[in-house]
């Protein structure tokens, strides 16, 4: 046995240190540095010290035959869709998400659509009795299907259970918290535990050709490993997210080796399990109060689809010396930055108002193209005029008030036109814009013609001077 040294792992990002303090200076957490036993880890431990002189290995040109990667494919359009055409065999992805988020439930359904296609699925939970997962797959309609059970936690054993039998399909392990490996020491759901139980588990896809998918808890106070410290490990990472209080779950993936990255499943969680949510503009738009002052909406894209959500905004005189800015499914310096345009060129000054910002329906936007919705959100609030119900927004503002095409405004608009909008306010030198009857375009080159526009619908205090 190689002689064990103690070191200290950041749980949540995997920074190594050598003593023990209470902030991570890697990822800047507090109270995530738990003491390891370092040592082990698949291929380390027993095998390390007896040094095996090096092999040599072929070198390859560039140019030569490429397989398209075999995929599964589940059936699940929104999961496909997220996955980039379905899981490619032999490959590892990783799901994360927040504790209670639907992470079971999702690949419950997943296993059963594929088993129903002729898949063999092999489930493996560690975290739950094999009676719990049975009354989930009762609840989802999903009992009758061929889907083999689990209830495992050794990494050793279950790869010894997988070897007897049949090669399956798609293996899931849920979760790789609860995962542990006889090579290493550490307690299960450290760093060195959950590396070394992926590790093994990554190796087993590459050559055995099943696909496994990995569940991983995020974790917020340290005591588990979370997600983030495998993410360069596997093939593919989809983060599983939602806003506590609202149905919508979104399967968002951030990295995929076989795929694009900027693709978003959609889902609506209900009492029979998520249900495909192929349209989810109507669900962003459903309950919308399209006059009340500060809403704008916004034509965004969520990789290749279009999706309209509503941003609201709320400006209101501040109490304290220093206004709140407070911001739910969008950029905090993303808003600072257009309330500094608004001051420095629009002489739309902010400085003595809280401004509340929120994306409606739990959504989460992380493009820059919401600039000019926001900035209409915010300039409608403080004048107190409505925006007209029937007009969308997109464009990038630059810091000097310059208003900058997007990408896929023909996209963008023909979503828009589907869903009722007859009008669209958009930056001026935007390319590709097809001609329809139905939509009127606005364009807008700065941000103070957007301002002016909005004045139009009613008085803007602007430059100090409050009614
Ligand atoms: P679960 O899949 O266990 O979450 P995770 O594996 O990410 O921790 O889902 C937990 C929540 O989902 C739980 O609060 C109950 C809810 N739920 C439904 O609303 N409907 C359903 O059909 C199922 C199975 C769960
Ligand atoms: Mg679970």
Redesign the pocket.
């Given at each position: 046995m190689a002689k064990s040294k103690l070191t200290f792992i950041c749980q949540a990002c995997g920074a190594v240190y050598t003593r023990w303090q209470g902030k991570c200076e890697s990822c800047g957490e507090w109270n995530t540095i738990v003491e390891e036993n370092a040592s082990g880890g698949i291929g380390g431990g027993p095998q390390r010290g007896s040094r095996r002189k090096g092999r040599p290995s072929a070198l390859l040109p560039l140019s030569g035959e490429i397989e398209e990667a075999p995929r599964i494919v589940s059936g699940i359009d929104e999961l496909d869709r997220a996955t980039g055409g379905g899981i490619v065999r032999g490959s590892a992805i990783l799901i994360g998400?927040d504790?209670?988020?639907?992470?079971?439930?999702l690949l419950m359904q997943a296993a059963a659509a594929l088993a129903r296609r002729g898949n063999s699925v092999v489930y493996v939970s560690g975290e739950e009795a094999v009676a719990q997962v049975r009354l989930?797959a009762q609840?989802?309609q999903a009992a009758d299907t061929d889907v083999m059970l689990m209830a495992e936690t050794n990494v050793e054993d279950i790869l010894a259970t997988l070897a007897e039998a049949k090669r399956p399909d798609l293996l899931i392990i849920d979760s790789i918290q609860t995962l542990w490996s006889d090579f290493a020491e550490s307690a299960p759901g450290t760093v060195t535990q959950v590396r070394a139980g992926v590790q093994a588990l990554v190796k087993y896809a590459k050559s055995s050709g099943s696909a496994v998918i990995l569940v991983g808890h995020v974790t917020k106070d340290g005591q588990i490993a979370g997600p983030r410290v495998v993410e360069h490990m596997v093939d593919a990472v989809l983060y599983f997210e939602g806003e506590g209080g609202h149905h919508f779950r979104i399967l968002r993936t951030v990295k995929n080796r076989f795929g694009p990255t900027d693709e978003i499943g959609v889902f609506e969680?209900?009492?029979?399990?998520l249900r495909e949510v192929a349209n989810p503009s109507e669900l962003f738009l459903g309950e919308r109060n399209a006059k009340s002052p500060g809403a704008a909406v916004f034509a965004g894209m969520e990789g290749t689809r279009p999706v309209l959500v509503e941003i609201q905004a709320l400006v209101a005189p501040s109490a304290l010396g220093t206004p709140r800015r407070a911001v739910v499914g969008w950029d905090q310096p993303r808003l600072a930055m257009v309330l500094a345009v608004l001051d420095a060129h629009c002489g739309v000054r902010l400085g003595q108002h809280d401004v509340y910002l929120n994306v409606a329906g739990g959504f989460r936007i992380s493009e820059p193209a919401a600039d000019l919705a926001v900035a209409a959100a915010l300039v409608s609030s403080l004048s107190g005029a409505p925006l007209p119900s029937d007009c969308v927004y997109f464009g990038e503002v630059s810091l000097s008030g310059a208003v900058r095409p997007v990408a896929h405004a023909a996209q963008r608009l023909k979503e828009a036109e589907k869903l009722g909008f007859s009008r669209s306010v958009l930056p001026d030198s935007t390319a590709d814009l097809p001609k329809s009857p139905g939509m009127r375009v606005e364009a807008v080159e700065a941000l103070p013609d957007l301002v002016a526009k909005v004045a139009a619908g009613g008085a803007i205090p602007g430059s100090g001077e409050e009614a």
């Open positions: 998400g504790p209670g988020i639907g992470k079971s439930t989930r609840r989802l969680m209900g009492g029979e399990g």
